[in-house]
């Protein structure tokens, strides 16, 4: 009965040995098909930077000593980032001397009105950054700011010569308000200051302008 039970173990044994050995091996993880993929050239689509401001505005110039006047000027203007701008800016109006012609013989002009344009580079800050609300259900994107710079103004009087671009200083404050991406809003108040010789006395003038205008950003 030993002798039968060893040898049912050994056959046993190499049953189970030449199972282990024919048995099929199991796939592993490697990917079967590899895609043949033909990566293709994509142009991204190219966005205005919408950095550049281009406008006109309208409004009133009150320059010392000779009352005030109609203002138009054109602006050019360059955002270096949400908060910081540059702008350059050409305008003209129309000067006056009608109170000097009623105390002097012949007034201070060669003619009783004459051309005054200015033009200067600023820089802004937008201190407020903000909205602005029309009903309920609409807001409109607005900016608080203050602006500086310098440039000259070409005042003419009848001499021709002493009274000819004078070296000034602008500053003051606007707001700004936002109706599309594209489209905005402006009202401005600077103050432009030079001198200026009238009567034989170099002095200081203080000359404040108040503006309303449109600009298109691109």
């Given at each position: 009965?030993?002798?039968?039970a060893v040898?049912?173990a ?10 282990q ?39 009133t ?19 270096i980032s949400e908060d ?19 105390i002097?013989p ?12 200015y033009?200067?580079?600023?820089a802004g ?12 259900n609409?807001?409109?994107?607005s900016?608080l ?15 021709k ?13 606007g ?6 991406d ?11 200051i030079f ?5 034989g006395q ?17």
């Amino acid at each position: 009965m030993r002798i039968l039970a060893v040898a049912f173990a050994l056959a046993a044994a190499s049953s189970w040995s030449a199972a282990q050995t024919t048995a099929p091996q199991q796939p592993g993880n490697d990917q079967v098909i590899q895609p043949q993929v033909e990566r293709r050239e994509v142009k991204l689509p190219k966005y205005p930077s919408k950095d550049f401001e281009i406008g006109g505005y309208l409004g009133t110039y009150a320059m010392q000593n000779f009352g005030s006047s109609l203002v138009a000027g054109v602006r050019l203007g360059y955002h270096i980032s949400e908060d910081i701008f540059v702008q350059a800016v050409y305008a003209q109006t129309k000067v006056s001397d009608e109170n000097f012609r009623q105390i002097l013989p012949g007034g201070i002009f060669a003619h009783p009105e004459e051309t005054l344009t200015y033009y200067n580079l600023s820089a802004g800050y937008n201190i407020l950054p903000g909205e602005v609300f029309w009903g309920r259900n609409t807001a409109f994107a607005s900016a608080l700011y203050v602006i500086a710079g310098i440039g000259n103004t070409n005042f003419i009087a009848s001499d021709k010569v002493n009274h000819r671009n004078r070296q000034t200083i602008n500053y003051g404050a606007g707001i700004r308000v936002l109706f599309h991406d594209r489209f905005s809003v402006q009202m401005d108040m600077r103050q432009h200051i030079f001198d200026l010789d009238i009567l034989g006395q170099n002095q200081s003038t203080k000359n404040l302008e108040w503006t309303g205008g449109v600009s298109f950003y691109f």
